[in-house]
């Protein structure tokens, strides 16, 4: 899936927007506040069914309205629709004008990941972030595992149910012995995964942060004690379960973790250096994507000049044109974009340059495309 056209309506500020997009690069650039990051957000929000900076839906409609579309159309015609109505409630998702009710069935058909200046924060403040960024690209990668996930999630919540509700030890470890076998099937297609995964990152490391490419070390913490079954860690801490009103362990606990000379890797890197490395791990995830060849990833870069020196965009731009993704970057200044403006444009037979981007402004909402290559009905 390479975005051809996007069209919102509704969405934020971006009250009524139709972008032909490059198949590779694409940038956006405007002044605080103009509508960049939204632009983004309507990418994410399709991909996703929910936005990466709220967890509120109703926040996503522009002031004063009830309704918002997000839709595009890729490069052989697929269309994809999203909208939703704040007044009945109702998301309506749309696949070649089809309604569908799930929203995995939107998300099967597009792989969008996204990295902003809160990413590396988030990414390493807490699991919760690595969690969701390892599901996604397993969603795509091991779409085989993601029937076993969602009957994993609905294990899970009975078996949360029955640590709520004090239930009959019977009924209870009913659903725990359900829950151990589940939790060991999933954490074992994960840890291939991460693997995997881990295989792939030295060579996006090399390219953007080399310094560090060969002393990073992955640690794959499946979501109990290693060295104990799942049953025992939940037999030895039934009391503290109770207590928590929850399972405190089980797949759905796993993490992955970072590490240079045994120590956390955001204690010892400075904050671009943070960037670089998510961007690394990020990259390696679209590459591991790209080739199941269900889906061509989309990788949304937010606020591009945020912690990054002009060498460190060079490597960025660099290891881009070897990635073969479509990319969107937004841009509060022009001037940091220049590595990749030059590394993207080639010169043709006839002198004259050709440009293998779309370049926008993006002003009060409103976006306008830059170059010549861009054309818009
Ligand atoms: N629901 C909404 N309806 C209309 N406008 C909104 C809504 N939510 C936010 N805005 C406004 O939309 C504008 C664009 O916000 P956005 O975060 O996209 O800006 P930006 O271009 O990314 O800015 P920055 O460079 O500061 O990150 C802001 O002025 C914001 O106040
Ligand atoms: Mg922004």
């Known amino acids: 899936m390479s975005v051809a056209r996007l069209t919102t309506y509704n969405f934020r500020n971006l009250s009524s927007v139709a972008l032909d997009l490059h198949p590779n690069f694409n940038f956006f650039v405007g002044d605080n506040g103009s509508g960049k990051s939204s632009l983004l957000e309507a990418i994410f929000f399709l991909g996703h069914g929910k936005s990466f900076r709220t967890s509120k839906v109703e926040h996503l409609a522009c002031y004063d309205t009830d309704n918002f579309v997000v839709s595009i ?18 998301t309506l998702i749309k696949i070649n004008g089809e309604r569908h009710a799930r929203l995995s069935e939107l998300a099967k058909n597009i792989a969008v990941q996204i ?37 994993f999630n609905r294990v899970l919540k009975q078996r949360n ?53 060969n002393k990073v070390t992955v640690q794959y913490l499946q979501g109990w004690p290693q060295k104990k079954s ?70 949304l870069i937010d606020d591009i000049g945020a912690e990054l020196d002009k060498s460190s965009r060079q490597s960025l731009s660099n290891a881009l044109s070897i990635l073969d993704c479509q990319v969107v970057i937004t841009a509060i200044e022009e001037g940091v974009l220049q590595p990749f403006i030059d590394d993207f444009t080639v010169v043709n037979e006839e002198r004259s340059n050709k440009a293998k981007y779309h370049m926008f402004h993006v002003k009060h909402g409103g976006i306008l495309p830059v170059n010549n290559s861009v054309m818009i009905e």
Not at 180 to 195: D, F, G, I, K, P
Not at 196 to 207: D, H, M
Not at 248 to 260: E, N, R, S, T
Not at 277 to 292: D, E, G, N, W, Y
Request: hydrophobic residues 40%.
């Open 230 to 299: 799942l049953i025992d860690a939940l037999n030895d801490n039934h009391e503290r379960e109770q207590a928590f009103g929850y399972s405190i362990y089980g797949a759905h606990k796993f993490d992955v973790k970072f590490l240079i000379a045994k120590q956390p890797l955001e204690s010892q890197l400075s904050r671009g250096q943070q960037k670089l490395f998510l961007l690394a791990l990020t990259f390696a995830q679209a590459k591991l994507i790209a080739r199941v060849n269900r889906v061509k990833p989309i990788l």
């Open 161 to 213: 149910a029955c640590i709520r509700q004090n239930l009959d030890k019977a009924t209870f470890d009913y659903w725990t012995g359900i829950f151990c076998q589940l939790s060991e099937e999933v954490a074992e297609v994960r840890s291939q995964y991460v693997s995997n995964l881990i295989a792939e990152l030295p060579f996006w490391l090399e390219l953007l942060l080399p310094s560090i490419a």
């Open 115 to 151: 990295v902003t200046p809160e990413s590396f924060k988030l990414f390493f403040g807490g699991p919760k972030e690595r969690r969701r960024f390892v599901e996604l690209g397993m969603f795509h990668v091991k779409h085989d595992s993601s029937k076993q996930w969602r009957e």
């Open 73 to 90: 159309k890729d490069i052989n015609d697929l269309q994809l629709g999203l909208s939703k109505n704040l007044e009945t409630g109702i």
